[in-house]
């Protein structure tokens, strides 16, 4: 056992012995296993905000994602849209640093608690939910002028972005999320980010957006 892994709580250690015995032994099982574990957040108390003041200011909004009511906020009433997108295990104000400076310069903000996050419904979340998320709350309430994310909401950003063409080439389609908004700014650790970033570099526009100011790990 290497002195990184032995630095671990006791309880992720057995987690990961116990995982890697499944493997062996009922590989799909231990699969299913590892990726209900991996969606699902740990559990916190109802309505923990981080910056709660910030909704004394907003107007709530409920986006339908399939059987699930999330539930979002809004603020400003400026004709450019920004979408907040916050990272795992957090909440639509853990952003709220940016809310009330964009208002001032006249734009509306919006927030989303993703699905099993804040207030929102839900036991798990994936990587392609989150997305699916984010996709639902631009057709619910609008086109989205630019984005700044956090975290595994960066990554779903970055899913999307590629998904949809924002930065090589017109997009294409003629709905609101495939306007390409740019990214104001991303903070993200995640393998896929740091390869997105790459290809972005090299595809990007210049003057089109500034997407890495926010994050000095890459």
Same mark, same amino acid.
């Given at each position: 056992m =290497? *002195?990184?892994s032995q630095q671990l709580p006791l309880r992720f250690r057995m987690m990961t012995s116990s995982l890697n015995f499944l493997a062996q032994v009922l590989p799909r099982a231990a699969g299913r296993f590892a990726f209900d574990l991996f969606s699902t957040p740990r559990s *916190?108390? *109802?309505h923990q905000r981080r910056a709660p003041h910030a909704l004394a200011s907003a107007s709530p909004l409920a986006v339908r994602f399939g059987a699930l009511t999330l539930r979002a906020w809004a603020w %400003?009433? %400026?004709e450019r849209t920004i979408l907040l997108v916050h990272g795992w295990e957090s909440e639509a104000t853990s952003l709220a640093a940016f809310i009330l400076p964009l208002v001032e310069r006249g734009y509306r903000v919006i927030a989303l608690d993703g699905p099993a996050h804040g207030d929102s419904p839900g036991k798990r979340l994936n990587l392609v939910d989150y997305v699916s998320a984010l996709r639902s709350t631009i057709a619910q309430h609008g086109a989205v002028y630019a984005?700044? *994310?956090? =975290?595994?909401g960066g990554a779903a950003i970055f899913v999307r972005a590629r998904r949809d063409n924002w930065f090589g080439g017109r997009a294409a389609g003629g709905d609101d999320w495939r306007a390409r908004p740019p990214l104001l700014g991303v903070g993200a650790f995640y393998p896929v980010v740091r390869a997105e970033? +790459? +290809?972005l570099d090299r595809d990007v526009r210049v003057g089109a957006a500034t997407v890495w100011p926010f994050h000095r790990g890459f």
């Open positions: =290497s *002195a990184q *916190a108390p *109802a %400003g009433e %400026g984005v700044i *994310a956090h =975290s595994f970033r +790459r +290809r």
